[in-house]
């Protein structure tokens, strides 16, 4: 079964608003990741946090991470139509051999 | 300093046949993860190769099996091709746990 459940599985927004997606994880983790893919093209990597951190930016991008509930969230704001796409969140276990990915949030910014 | 490639872009196969899928490293890069994504779902890990070397594999039957070359470069091989087999076929390599660098992957139509 999938580690990471991303919420919601859809989210539809104007463009300029912001976009929250939360993600649940249920074992330990060494980091945790959100991706981006287009299209069901390949995944472009977006934002790393590691265990050991609670917040994390970059540009729009607002990561969050709460350990004791297991939880992350990706905050995007002042979207634009150019952020439609699926988000994911993968975390990478203790062994660090693989990143186990939820099903997705899909976003769609509307113009 | 190339990006991680894979080859082809997508095929059509039929029920029963095998299929070879290729990906090459990003330079440096010595381990290759391949991932198995079906519509409007996250990627699900198949294996790992390190060092030409299977190094973890996910709940994929003996049907997929892989090769990692000296250049680190890897294949994926499916026999007995089923329709659920249809999917996007995602490789990642990286140097080090939680870091790596996904292809663009090779879209699979099993009819």
């Known amino acids: 079964s999938q580690q990471g459940e991303e919420d919601p599985q859809a989210l539809s927004i104007q463009e300029g608003e912001n976009a929250t997606m939360n993600c649940s994880y249920k074992?330990?983790?060494?980091?945790l990741q959100w991706y981006r893919q287009n299209s069901g093209r390949g995944l472009v990597h977006l934002i790393l946090?590691?265990?050991?951190?609670r917040e994390k930016h970059s540009g729009r991008l607002r990561v969050t991470l709460d350990t004791s509930k297991k939880s992350s969230s990706l905050l995007i704001t002042a979207s634009r139509a150019a952020d439609t796409a699926s988000y994911f969140c993968?975390?990478?276990?203790?062994?660090?051999?693989?990143?186990?990915f939820g099903p997705g949030t899909r976003l769609s910014v509307l113009p | 300093e190339t990006g991680v490639t894979q080859s082809p872009t997508h095929l059509i196969k039929t029920r029963g046949q095998q299929v070879t899928l290729r990906c090459s490293s990003q330079?440096?890069?010595?381990?290759v993860s391949w991932y198995q994504q079906a519509l409007g779902q996250g990627p699900q890990f198949i294996f790992q190769?390190?060092?030409?070397?299977?190094?973890g594999r996910g709940n994929f039957p003996p049907r997929f099996s892989g090769l990692q070359f000296p250049n680190y470069s890897s294949e994926l091989n499916v026999n007995a091709l089923e329709l659920d087999d249809s999917a996007l076929y995602l490789c990642?390599?990286?140097?080090?746990?939680?870091?790596?660098?996904f292809g663009p992957g090779t879209r699979l139509t099993v009819t």
């Open positions: 990642a390599s990286s140097l080090g746990p939680g870091l790596a660098v």
């Open positions: 074992t330990s983790i060494n980091n």
């Open positions: 946090i590691r265990s050991n951190e």
């Open positions: 993968a975390t990478v276990d203790s062994y660090g051999q693989n990143f186990v």
């Open positions: 330079s440096g890069h010595n381990t």
């Open positions: 190769y390190y060092r030409e070397e299977e190094n």
